[in-house]
């Protein structure tokens, strides 16, 4: 009993109380298991075997879709080309240190301390159950955004995901600096309205580029990275605000500003600049379409050097690509700025024509209610109302049957602030009201290198998506009679200051192709019988001499020229094409004058000149094409002999200087005072019932073409008072280049064109030119095309 008693008390302390060697034994025993089990967990997830981890070489090159870049030839960003996620990343050198500062002190203050996992903040989320803040650091952020992307509602599956990204963190740690981790994540988060990455967000938020963005940008930048669906400076401004300032009180806490720089920071308003970026908005948006079926050829033709279960095409939209282009950025601007104020007075002045009281067929002119029935059926039917109901099953009576029900929709108004309006009306009644917009057409180009610098397809994109540079083509009118001058010089040896009399000349039938007699009339057929320099023939563009010269060079020495200078449509081989009756686009019309103006060397056009993938490969490179045309004193004398329009002939308002001497019509004013000082060759052109207005102007290192007319022919000015190349074309070169003459960083000329040594054709024809302005007698370019 005394044995018993003794062994069960030495089971217990000397005051009799339980030993703790068991509960020790136990908790390293569980400490242990648990220690093995976290473990085993962290392995097996690292091995795969909790479900598939990023290889190695995802790693190395995740894959993450990258928008394409379009880049100015000043080295702005004109536009980006992507599916879902417009994003174009940057490098740390790119950032700026308070992004950096702000990230941090919000998301991770010990970031530059630990490995990938914040033991303390881990401990810390554990212990309080996260009411404390939470702890996930840059690290696993980045993890999740590359590899786990949305975290499940299954607890048992998220804590899986929560595991992977610890692993995926450790091993960015290793294969990235920490540099490069915080880049990745900014480059990487989704900041809503396809802001995607930093570089994004600060364009679209703030209208900048990421290393400009202030302290208080980047803090509401670094904010939105809780939630950027909640915190939405669009929608929900006040709760922006307070977390920006949250974030500013983080960086003060972590001193990364003063406490005074604080509280000045909080105290200011949210100053953001919303400029959404998409396909249909924003500057170029016409080059940017046609560069997107420019690269769509060249990808069809050349093949991606693809990595094992990648493309082996390469991705307009997500590869992330950079195209370098030759346009301007601040040439682009001017000259859409210069469409928009020509174009908003002169579209007044056609609708003040066009009241139901002054033409009861707006906006056609002289058309029978059957033609107009005609063309209202075939834009119905090429609509996108058409072909979308049509896809759906539609029958024929159902489409059409919807075309007269009254709709609510969004329409172009020159107007609005925004050039849009809401109202109501039916489809077919819609139809009608675009047709009443005049459409332009504008081209700038470098004639030395072919750099195209500016492109203005029409007046706004999104609701006139037809690009009038290079789809459309219309009545070159005189804007061609150059070429056939060209022959003439070049061919007979004729100056500029040679004479041929203005009487009424026929070119008889079976001639040159002529099945009858061709016998061309000047504007309002009159006819003085005085003798003209070929220099003021042009200028006054008098049909009855470039007729005779076509007749005495022949339609096929012009159509060699003309297609020699670049000219790819169709031109029949027939003395007609003296006065421009072929159809014409922008795009090759100055790529054309371009050549008088290069000393008779055509450049072809190009917009490209690089091709980079995201790693900076060069992928393309432009090789320019060029081949003579003309001589160097044939070309010349011909850019001398289009001087004289704008000297003496339908492009002197560009001389004007003062507004009591510009043209002013009725309620609108078509002519500028330009005041223009510097040596300009250049023609303008009028087409038959002034249905297409055209001027070309040329200074020494810029060539720019303007169209302006009516998506119909029957769409027009009554008169040649507003209807011709003068009043509806030249104002926007004139408007272009007086901006572009005001940013002298640009480097427009203001010199004369390069006179050859020991030139062979007489030019000066200054006492000659006395004498024939004495016989002017018409100031109008209007050809008579009514063959």
């Known amino acids: 009993m005394a044995k018993a008693v003794k062994k069960s008390t030495s089971s217990k302390g000397k005051k009799g109380k339980p030993s703790f060697s068991k509960f020790i034994k136990w908790f390293w025993i569980l400490f242990g298991a648990a220690v093995f089990t976290g473990a085993l967990v962290f392995l097996s997830a690292a091995w795969g075997w909790l479900g598939e981890m990023p290889t190695f070489e995802r790693l190395e090159n995740p894959q993450t879709n990258l928008a394409t870049e379009v880049l100015s030839a000043d080295g702005e960003t004109l536009g980006k080309f992507y599916l879902d996620d417009n994003r174009t990343p940057v490098p740390f050198s790119e950032l700026p240190e308070n992004i950096v500062n702000a990230l941090v002190a919000t998301e991770d203050a010990r970031y530059f301390e630990h490995s990938g996992i914040d033991a303390r903040g881990t401990l810390r989320a554990f212990v309080f159950l996260g009411t404390r803040g939470g702890a996930s650091t840059i690290s696993q ?80 930048l670094v904010g939105m990275l809780k939630n950027s669906s909640l915190y939405n400076p669009i929608r929900r401004e006040e709760l922006v605000l307070n977390r920006r300032n949250t974030v500013l009180g983080q960086m003060a806490k972590y001193n990364y500003v003063t406490e005074k720089e604080k509280d000045s920071l909080q105290a200011l308003k949210m100053d953001v600049n919303f400029s959404p970026e998409n396909h249909r908005e924003g500057i170029a948006t016409y080059f940017r379409m046609y560069l997107q079926r420019f690269m769509n050829g060249w990808i069809a033709k050349n093949p991606k050097p693809a990595l094992e279960g990648e493309r082996d095409k390469y991705s307009l939209y997500l590869d992330g ?54 063309i209202m059926e075939r834009a119905m039917k090429i609509s996108p109302r058409w072909r979308a109901m049509k896809d759906d099953g539609k029958s024929e009576k159902e489409i059409r049957k919807s075309f007269d029900v009254k709709t609510e929709m969004t329409v172009f108004d020159w107007k609005s602030e925004t050039k849009e309006k809401d109202t109501i009306m039916t489809p077919m009644d819609s139809i009608r009201y675009y047709k009443t917009f005049l459409r332009t057409a504008m081209m700038s180009m470098e004639p030395q290198t072919g750099h195209v610098k500016a492109w203005v397809g029409g007046i706004n994109y999104k609701h006139f998506q037809y690009d009038n540079v290079i789809q459309g083509a219309r009545q070159a009118g005189s804007t061609f009679k150059p070429f056939v001058y060209a022959a003439a010089i070049d061919q007979l040896r004729l100056s500029p200051c040679d004479t041929l009399p203005d009487t009424q000349y026929c070119i008889e039938a079976n001639k040159h192709g002529n099945l009858e007699p061709w016998c061309p009339k000047n504007s309002e057929g009159r006819y003085s019988g005085n003798s003209y320099t ?254």
């Open 534 to 787: 070929l220099k003021n023939a042009l200028a006054n563009s008098k049909n009855t001499i470039t007729a005779q010269l076509i007749d005495r060079v022949g339609p096929k020495s012009v159509v060699n020229i003309a297609k020699n200078a670049g000219i790819s449509r169709e031109i029949l081989e027939v003395p007609s094409i003296a006065l421009g009756s072929i159809d014409m686009n922008v795009y090759d019309m100055v790529g054309a004058y371009g050549m008088f103006a290069n000393q008779g060397v055509y450049v072809k056009p190009v917009m490209v000149t690089r091709i980079e993938d995201k790693n900076g490969t060069v992928l393309y490179e432009y090789v320019p094409e060029t081949r003579d045309v003309l001589s160097k004193d044939v070309s010349y004398a011909m850019v001398d002999l289009m001087k004289g329009v704008t000297e003496g002939g339908s492009g002197t308002r560009l001389r004007h200087s003062s507004q009591k001497n510009t043209t002013v019509y009725k309620e609108i004013m078509t002519g500028y005072p330009y005041g223009f000082t510097n040596p300009i060759a250049g023609k303008t052109g009028t087409t038959q019932n002034n249905s297409d207005g055209w001027f070309m102007g040329m200074v020494p290192n810029l060539v720019t073409g303007v169209w302006v007319g009516g998506e119909e022919r029957s769409i027009h000015f009554n008169s040649i008072y507003y209807g011709q190349g003068a009043s509806m074309a030249l104002p926007i070169w004139g408007l272009y280049m007086k901006k572009n003459y005001e940013n002298k960083e640009l480097g427009v000329s203001t010199e004369d064109f390069i006179e050859p040594k020991n030139l062979s054709i007489n030019v000066d024809c200054t006492k000659l030119l006395e004498d024939a302005k004495k016989n002017v007698d018409v100031e109008d370019d209007l050809d008579d095309l009514d063959f």
């Open 141 to 220: 952020q980045l993890s999740k955004l590359l590899f786990t992307k949305r975290a499940s509602n299954n607890l048992p599956a998220r804590i899986i995901q929560k595991v992977k990204e610890w692993v995926i963190a450790t091993r960015l740690e290793r294969q990235y600096t920490k540099q490069e981790i915080i880049a990745m994540y900014l480059n990487e988060y989704d900041f809503g309205y396809a802001a995607d990455g930093i570089r994004s967000a600060s364009r679209i938020y703030f209208g900048k580029e990421p290393k400009q963005l202030k302290v208080e940008e980047s803090a509401m």
């Open 321 to 374: 690509l950079k195209i370098y282009t030759t346009i301007d950025s601040r040439m682009q601007a001017n000259a859409e700025e210069a469409v928009n104020m020509h174009m908003k007075k002169l579209q007044a002045e056609f609708f003040h024509q066009n009241t139901p009281d002054r033409n009861k067929t707006a906006p056609f002119i002289d058309l029978e209610k059957s033609e107009i029935d005609l």
